[in-house]
């Protein structure tokens, strides 16, 4: 099936959403902001082989909805996104566990390459962590912006507008969950 793709608006910019027929296998993937919408139409044209624009199906417009709330500081509860069915057939074993045990991570809240890592089972693979992270493929929805580096430093984004998008991010759910961005409890 071809991929399709729609933009929709932000809090943060328009950002865009891909899946193949009616979704039900699953997004094939999702788009923080980039600097306007011609843009970001083009990432995603590239992104997913050509993929077409088009109205989305139900199942789309909903997780539209979700990630609109997230992104407005509407959403303090990370489960919302959860249930969302992402088809990651194509992305790697380590790089697939390491997304999902970052879609656990509570809005409001962050993890360490690191402490990702230990999780894992992979204590020495912070770098590997890292790089999953970098190809998320399902951004904000897998909230690889909730990752940081070591002592808790907010680097390696490779969203457009990088760490600064980052911390906006994660301002807004700090803000959506009654919270100082300093305050974390923890999730292991």
Known sequence: ?????AIFPTALGPCGIAWRGD????????QLPAADA?????????RFDDAAEAEPPALVRDVIARVQRLLAGETA???ELLDVKLDDRAVPEFERQTLWLTRQIPVGQT?????LAAALGEPGAARAVG?????????PIVPCHRVMGAGGAPTGFSA????????RLLLIEARAVGQLAGDQQSLF
């Open 38 to 46: 011609e843009a970001l139409r083009a990432l995603m044209r590239h």
């Open 23 to 30: 979704a039900s296998e699953g997004l094939i993937g999702s």
């Open 111 to 115: 993890r360490t390459y690191g402490e």
């Open 131 to 139: 790089r999953a992270e970098g190809h998320n493929p399902f951004a």
């Open 1 to 5: 099936m071809t991929p399709q793709f």
């Open 160 to 167: 457009p507008g990088g760490v600064e998008t980052k911390r």
């Open 77 to 79: 509860d990370h489960r």
